[in-house]
């Protein structure tokens, strides 16, 4: 994941080692990152920036801990047209009815302003739950 806003930030991501001796892993053993922002197609570079400028503005530093792409737009291999925009948010808090309600807003204000993407999802999460021992492997 590339991390693109940051409230006060509890979370920092996975960390990229150099050398990597198997797929996914650096040398260290450690998830090696896929995606960057400097690998994101100059097509979908709007609806990034889009999105970063969204999500600041319904979230903003009181609720928003920290923003997360992911997917094939920062991994460099997105599709015009066909392929969606992935984001997941660390919140300083447990979602409620109103992050949802302001998430669904700006998934669907993107998916109508940019034919680049083919639908937009967003992830809401505390940044506690994302950051616990249960979590750590897995998001499921």
Same mark, same amino acid.
């Given at each position: ?9 509890? &979370? ?12 996914? %892993? @650096? #040398?260290?053993? =450690?998830?090696?990152?896929? &995606?960057? =922002? ?14 970063? !400028? ?10 928003? $801990?920290?923003?997360? =792409?992911? &997917? ?5 291999? !997105? ?6 925009? @992935? +984001? %997941? ?9 109103? $992050?949802?309600?302001? !998430?669904?807003? /700006? #998934?669907?204000?993107? @998916?109508?302003?940019?034919? #680049? ?5 967003? +992830? /809401?999460?505390?940044? $506690?739950? %994302?950051?616990?021992? /249960?979590?750590?492997? $897995?998001?499921?």
């Amino acid at each position: 994941m590339t991390k693109i806003v940051e409230g006060t930030g509890a &979370g920092n991501g996975a960390g990229a080692s150099a050398g990597v001796t198997r797929r996914g %892993l @650096d #040398q260290d053993g =450690l998830i090696v990152r896929e &995606g960057a =922002l400097s690998k994101v197609p100059t097509e979908f570079a709007p609806v990034v920036e889009a999105a970063r !400028a969204g999500i600041a503005a319904a979230f903003g530093p009181e609720r928003l $801990d920290s923003a997360y =792409l992911y &997917g094939s737009i920062p991994r460099g291999t !997105a599709v015009p047209g066909r392929s969606d925009l @992935d +984001l %997941l948010l660390a919140l300083h808090h447990r979602p409620t009815a109103a $992050d949802r309600s302001d !998430a669904d807003a /700006l #998934q669907a204000e993107l @998916d109508a302003r940019f034919e #680049q993407i083919n639908g937009a999802g967003i +992830l /809401l999460f505390d940044a $506690d739950t %994302l950051l616990s021992e /249960l979590e750590r492997y $897995d998001l499921g």
